[in-house]
């Protein structure tokens, strides 16, 4: 199986600020087929059930915020928040689908 | 509105049965592949299994292969999972998934718990 490390595990951020989010891969996420890379993130707020943000790296789900950013190709990746809100409270994940798929095991965002 | 509304949880005993229901509405669902993904408590996520669109084709996780089985039924917009054989590392959430490539849509997840 592809492995998904996610870094930091956690971190803490004061509203306004800006945020990065790093996913790597064991293995390249990009399909030389179509130039895809087959990479997910995901915001699972308290109590709730997850929700897919960002696909193909960095394509916005509708009704996503554009202040959401998905980066990178082959094996880094990277989500990027600007301008954080309190409502980004959040565990964030990032998920392949170029093989079985995999998760990581999750950035918690605290705010300070 | 997509709506997935999962069923059919609860606690059960190590070796038992269980069958788990997702009602689909607000799509064609016919048109989507489908999936269960689960997460222990205070865990991260883990894919379980997915079904075709029309069932023909099923995938699991290695760990599940030989005790849950999906399932569909287009006419009714309903995704199943059997899971026999519980042990206690099957304890988690189970969520319903759309599963075009990625997970598009989520349901609320159902508590599934194996202990005795």
């Known amino acids: 199986d592809i492995v998904m490390t996610q870094s930091p595990s956690s971190l803490a951020v004061s509203a306004g600020e800006t945020v990065t989010i790093n996913c790597k891969s064991s293995q390249s996420l990009l399909y030389s087929g179509n130039q895809k890379n087959y990479l997910a993130w995901y915001q699972q707020k308290p109590g709730q059930s997850p929700k897919l943000l960002i696909y193909?790296?960095?394509t916005r789900q509708s009704g996503v915020p554009d202040r959401f950013i998905g980066s990178g190709s082959g094996t880094d990746f990277t989500l990027t928040i600007s301008s954080v809100q309190a409502e980004d409270l959040a565990i964030y994940y990032c998920q392949q689908y170029y093989d079985t798929d995999t998760f990581g095991a999750g950035t918690k965002l605290e705010l300070k | 509105e997509v709506q997935l509304v999962e069923s059919g949880g609860g606690l059960v005993q190590p070796g038992r049965s269980l069958k788990l229901s997702c009602a689909a509405s607000?799509?064609?669902?016919?048109?989507?592949?489908m999936a269960w993904v689960r997460q222990a408590p205070t865990k991260g996520l883990e894919w379980v299994a997915s079904i075709s669109y029309d069932g023909g084709s099923t995938y699991y996780r290695d760990s599940v292969k030989g005790r849950f089985t999906i399932s569909r039924d287009n006419a009714k917009s309903s995704l199943y999972l059997q899971m026999d054989s519980l042990r206690s590392e099957d304890t988690a959430t189970y969520y319903c998934?759309?599963?075009?490539?990625?997970?598009?849509?989520w349901g609320q997840g159902v508590m599934v718990t194996v202990s005795s």
């Open positions: 998934t759309t599963a075009t490539f990625y997970f598009d849509y």
């Open positions: 193909w790296a960095s």
């Open positions: 607000g799509f064609t669902f016919s048109d989507y592949y």
